[in-house]
């Protein structure tokens, strides 16, 4: 059997150049395929493709704060999987975009938005998807072992993790704070 080369580290170049945010576009574009909205023949990939781009990046480089919360909650209170990685993006890049002003750049480019957060919480909401943690069984009782496995077992993160930090991050999540 022959085996071709990888393509990995060509996309993984390509991801910061301004045809990397073109490819990030499909998955913007591929979201409307989602909701039901027509569109040309050739935009039904784009949600794959841009999902498929999504997973290249997760894959070159280290998960933080947004891995580790879902992790904590799935593992200790048995939250649904996909919908908790669903919730929480939002409130987590809330939380670090302010520490990492060229990753909230390249994303509002990307998202064409100037609120990635924000924009991040509708366009789940207008996907079908859970407002908030306590829509998937997450109580305010459980944010107090949240803090503390999270702060125990420090992650890589561009901000500092404090528990302070973490249960304001964590009640916005559980209300829904930045959810329409």
Not at 11 to 27: I, K, M, Y
């Amino acid at each position: 059997m022959v085996r071709r080369p990888s393509r990995r580290p060509g996309h993984l170049r390509e991801l910061g150049t301004p045809g990397g945010l073109h490819r990030r576009d499909r998955h913007r574009r591929g979201t409307g395929q989602l909701r039901g909205d027509r569109g040309p023949a050739a935009e039904t990939g784009h949600g794959k493709r841009g999902a498929w781009l999504c997973g290249v990046c997760l894959g070159a480089t280290t998960m933080s704060l947004h891995h580790k919360l879902c992790h904590i909650l799935g593992g200790t209170f048995d939250l649904p999987h996909a919908e908790t990685h669903t919730v929480l993006p939002p409130y987590v890049a809330a939380f670090n975009l302010p520490a990492a002003p060229a990753a909230g750049q390249a994303l509002s480019r990307a998202l064409a938005a100037d609120d990635v957060p924000g924009h991040l919480a509708r366009t789940s909401v207008e996907l079908g998807a859970p407002r908030c943690l306590a829509d998937i069984g997450l109580t305010p009782d459980d944010v107090d072992e949240v803090i503390v496995q999270a702060v125990d077992r420090p992650y890589a993160n561009p901000r500092p993790v404090t528990s302070d930090a973490l249960r304001f991050l964590l009640t916005a999540a559980l209300n829904g704070a930045l959810a329409p």
